[in-house]
């Protein structure tokens, strides 16, 4: 056989092994997004140091560790004022994938400067439904609102009161729009010891404080994960409107010496919610609604207010849980395909006891109100000016004065690029 016809033959074969070829080479999809925060930052002196002073953590208070934060000099508390000027946190670089029935993804955002993993998970596509494993949005997820708020964290009313439970590894099952997964444990660790002290003046102590070591005459020895923390929703369309229903459910258990004596405290938290997005031409309207006990001992958000996680005293085994109620209701109008404007108001609410003998309640609501335009003069571009104020209200205790929170406001513009 003359070469020219080996070489003719050997190129059909290639060509008919293309096909299967193709299918062994994965499709990747690279993408990215830079945010940026520019604001204003204000916070009160009705803020007390605990929550938000100088190179604070900002403890319960999400909103706290903005770039303002009030201060003391000489046991007075001041205003504090700043510029924000900063990379967000969710600004990311990421990857999508297919091969087949397989998909993936990961991606990496920009949490404090630094690189960090947001998101790493494969998916086997088996007809019915979907199987996920690996790091992921947990299924207790409906985000309605478009709000930044000081520091430009992660956007969405996230700590406000949004139905959110963040970034987590888990088993996930997807069938059309339900989903139920198995997530790992969302441990909070300033839940599991408790201080409480009458005040000598309202802005010199917290009624009740929970810290990050157990009382005097006790030692925290480990938390142990027995039960993965378990969510389920189901996302729907009927008429002009999208609707969401879910829920979670968190449990771990902690270890404390008392006195050469063992003793554990199991911390339980759960959260309900419910949701939805309407559209009628230009205009929308979105809310959601939530009830649980110990949202931040469910990883549901966090909630921004004081009376959000499970109080334990290991000196007397006692433990006091919180209640939780938030709710959201977001307006917007569509101008054109370049500019919207929306605003809106976050609502939460919390109550709870402390664990000393003899305890008093506490009660705290948190509002929070905001405007911005959404201008996109160049696809993939956005501007975004945003006007807003959360209100921390007052911490109400038994028998005792209200405890004022102070207000933190901001006037900004987040700017984006995704590419």
């Given at each position: 056989m003359k070469k020219p016809t080996i070489l003719f033959l050997v190129l059909i074969m290639i060509y008919a092994a293309l096909p299967a070829l193709a299918q062994d080479k994965a499709d990747w999809a690279f993408y990215g997004s830079v945010r940026m925060w520019t604001a204003w930052e204000s916070v009160d002196e009705d803020t007390p140091p605990q929550l938000a002073s100088k190179g604070a953590t900002g403890a319960f208070f999400q909103y706290a560790t903005t770039r303002s934060k009030a201060y003391t000099i000489g046991g007075t508390l001041h205003d504090d004022a700043d510029l924000a000027w900063d990379i967000q946190a969710n600004s990311r670089i990421g990857a999508n994938v297919k091969w087949g029935n397989i998909t993936g993804a990961f991606e990496y955002g920009a949490s404090g400067g630094n690189p960090n993993l947001r998101l790493?998970?494969?998916?086997?596509?088996?007809?019915?439904?979907?199987?996920?494993i690996g790091q992921d949005y947990g299924s207790y997820d409906y985000r309605v609102s478009n709000v930044c708020g000081p520091g430009g964290v992660e956007c969405n009313g996230i700590g406000l009161g949004s139905i959110y439970p963040g970034r987590a590894p888990q088993l996930k099952l997807i069938m059309g729009g339900f989903k139920f997964s198995l997530e790992a444990t969302q441990v909070t660790a300033t839940s599991y010891s408790v201080t409480t002290t009458r005040p000598i003046t309202p802005q010199t102590s917290l009624l009740v404080s929970n810290e990050t070591t157990p009382p005097a005459g006790s030692t925290f020895v480990e938390t142990d994960w027995y039960l993965p923390r378990i969510a389920a929703?189901?996302?729907?369309?009927?008429?002009?409107?999208?609707?969401?229903?879910?829920?979670?459910?968190?449990?771990?258990?902690?270890?404390?010496?008392?006195?050469?004596?063992e003793r554990d405290n199991t911390v339980y938290g759960w959260t309900l919610g419910a949701g939805t997005k309407l559209s009628f031409g230009p205009f929308y309207a979105n809310a959601t609604v939530q009830y649980g006990q110990n949202p931040n001992n469910a990883g549901s958000g966090p909630a921004t207010l004081y009376p959000s996680v499970q109080l334990y005293n290991p000196l007397t085994d006692n433990a006091e849980n919180a209640d939780y109620m938030s709710a959201q209701l977001i307006l917007g109008f569509k101008v054109s395909d370049s500019i919207t404007f929306e605003g809106g108001v976050i609502w939460q609410g919390g109550d709870g006891q402390s664990p000393q003998g003899g305890g008093f309640s506490v009660k705290q609501n948190t509002w929070a109100y905001y405007l911005q335009a959404a201008w996109s003069p160049a696809k993939n571009v956005f501007i975004i000016p945003e006007i807003g104020v959360i209100d921390y209200d007052k911490l109400r205790v038994q028998d005792l004065p209200d405890l004022n929170y102070g207000k933190t406001s901001w006037l900004g513009i987040k700017w984006q690029i995704n590419f």
């Open positions: 790493l998970y494969g998916a086997w596509n088996f007809g019915p439904g979907r199987l996920l929703s189901y996302t729907f369309n009927a008429g002009p409107g999208q609707f969401f229903i879910g829920g979670q459910y968190n449990a771990y258990k902690e270890i404390f010496n008392v006195g050469g004596v």
